[in-house]
């Protein structure tokens, strides 16, 4: 069966420091994964996904995300956290065989001033 | 573009009444999802609807229903309602179901049931 894993519930950053949410997945067949944020009483916004191509995809409000076959995994990082990044993170993978979007947990990121 | 639409926002209900949540999917994405977001068990698919027909389903029982509109609107109804259905429900929409779609998101209906 297909699956994600968040296995953070929180993670905790300095403004202006890197930040990585971490996401690793079982799927068979090949994987399309994806990232969202939800803000506080708001739906969930897209960041990015990959599909195939290049390990590093490039997302939205800076943000990217590193696929890793061998390790099956696909880390959220950003360079320079911002205080407003606060906010929960979701991975989700794409059944193949459904079609449904499975999601991970969630990680809730806290940036601090 | 206007984005995906969810009618009402919150909503307050007693056990054993019914409830439904409407979904207005963004212009020209003829495939809607539904999902239930609570703090115990986190994002949990409900169902999706592709031209008016349901093309997926989760784990849910049967008092939790859908159903999609020529005009692909989108409607979900949850009958004798229960404390554990209380949660926020999410619409997504996206221009097709398979592969490499993302989906957009609403804001959700916020559901309370006392």
């Known amino acids: 069966a297909q699956s994600v894993a968040q296995p953070e519930d929180q993670v905790n950053v300095a403004e202006g420091n890197p930040l990585t949410v971490k996401c690793t997945y079982s799927?068979?067949?090949?994987?399309?994964l994806f990232w969202y944020v939800q803000y506080p009483n708001r739906g969930l916004q897209f960041l990015l996904k990959?599909?195939?191509?290049?390990?590093l995809v490039k997302g939205s409000y800076g943000f990217e995300a590193e696929f890793n076959k061998s390790q099956t995994s696909f880390h959220l990082k950003k360079p320079s956290a911002l205080v407003s990044d606060s906010a929960l993170y979701f991975c989700?993978?794409?059944?193949?065989?459904?079609?449904?979007?499975?999601f991970g947990t969630g990680t809730r990121l806290q940036v601090f001033p | 573009k206007a984005g995906v639409t969810q009618t009402p926002r919150y909503l307050i209900k007693t056990r054993g009444q019914q409830v439904t949540l409407s979904c207005s999917p963004i212009?020209?994405?003829?495939?809607v999802s539904w999902y239930q977001q609570t703090p115990g068990q986190g994002l949990q698919f409900l169902f999706e609807?592709?031209?008016?027909?349901?093309?997926n389903k989760g784990n849910f029982p049967g008092r939790f229903s859908g159903r999609q509109f020529s005009n692909s609107r989108s409607e979900m109804n949850v009958s004798t309602l229960e404390l554990g259905d209380s949660a926020l429900y999410l619409c997504?929409?996206?221009?097709?179901?398979?592969?490499?779609?993302?989906?957009?998101f609403g804001p959700g209906t916020r559901l309370t049931v006392t």
């Open positions: 997504a929409s996206s221009l097709v179901t398979s592969g490499v779609y993302e989906q957009y």
């Open positions: 989700a993978v794409r059944d193949g065989n459904t079609d449904k979007l499975i």
């Open positions: 609807y592709f031209s008016e027909t349901q093309r």
């Open positions: 799927v068979s067949g090949n994987p399309y």
């Open positions: 990959y599909i195939t191509g290049d390990n």
């Open positions: 212009s020209g994405h003829r495939s």
